[in-house]
């Protein structure tokens, strides 16, 4: 069963840094694209960034250029986003997702608030 | 970016009737649309991919059609569980960018 579980949500202040991560089992997690997609509280959904089985490519929205960064350990079926300079309007949940462009498997999502 | 509509924002159906969904992308996409169905505190889930291919698990009353700029999911006959949001994504340009979802509740 594919499962993916992120965690490191929480709350931070505006300018703050938080390292997400998501946990993969079930599948052979060096084999696929791993995306990040948000969604702001009562919002619609926003791809964030994903990147290439091997590390390789990395893609980011215009709205995360520069502050995020998404990056994998395939020995640690693990995926992660660090983010950094964060901003009011990053508040969201955080989903982790298997592969790119349509996604089947997601996870459950971890919350980020950011407030002072 | 690709900036994809979707009306009407909510559609009120009872239970058994048809609901028709529109999304629209602001240059051609191809075939390279999903649809996804997400209920509250949940994941999306993923029910068309290729703008008319039945994602694994999807049951025959969730209908995808279209191609370029103009896409349609028809739900034949809605049960109480399809009573959700949905939104449409396109894949064909990156950033990857979703509709601002349809939000499907009982008449």
């Known amino acids: 069963e594919v499962q993916l579980v992120e965690s490191g949500g929480g709350l931070v202040q505006p300018g703050g840094s938080l390292r997400l991560s998501c946990a993969a089992s079930g599948f052979t997690f060096s084999s696929y694209w791993m995306s990040w997609v948000r969604q702001a509280p009562g919002k619609g959904l926003e791809w964030v960034a994903n990147?290439?089985?091997?590390?390789?490519?990395?893609y980011y929205v215009d709205s995360v250029k520069g502050r995020f960064t998404i990056s994998r350990d395939n020995a640690k079926n693990s995926l992660y986003l660090q983010m950094n300079s964060l901003r009011a309007e990053d508040t969201a949940v955080y989903y982790c997702?298997?592969?790119?462009?349509?996604?089947?498997?997601w996870g459950q999502g971890t919350l980020v608030t950011v407030s002072s | 970016e690709i900036v994809m509509t979707q009306s009407p924002a909510t559609l009120s159906v009872s239970p058994g009737e048809r609901a028709t969904l529109s999304c629209r992308a602001s240059?051609?996409?191809?075939?390279?649309l999903a649809w996804y169905q997400q209920k509250p505190g949940q994941a999306p889930r993923l029910l068309i991919y290729?703008?008319?291919t039945r994602a694994t698990g999807i049951p025959a009353n969730f209908n995808g059609s279209g191609s370029g700029t103009e896409f349609t999911l028809t739900i034949s006959s809605l049960q109480s569980e399809d009573f959700a949001v949905y939104y449409c994504q396109q894949y064909n340009n990156w950033p990857f960018t979703f509709g601002p979802g349809t939000k499907v509740d009982i008449k």
């Open positions: 240059q051609s996409i191809s075939s390279n």
């Open positions: 997702a298997r592969g790119t462009a349509m996604v089947m498997y």
């Open positions: 290729g703008a008319s």
């Open positions: 990147i290439k089985q091997d590390g390789s490519e990395k």
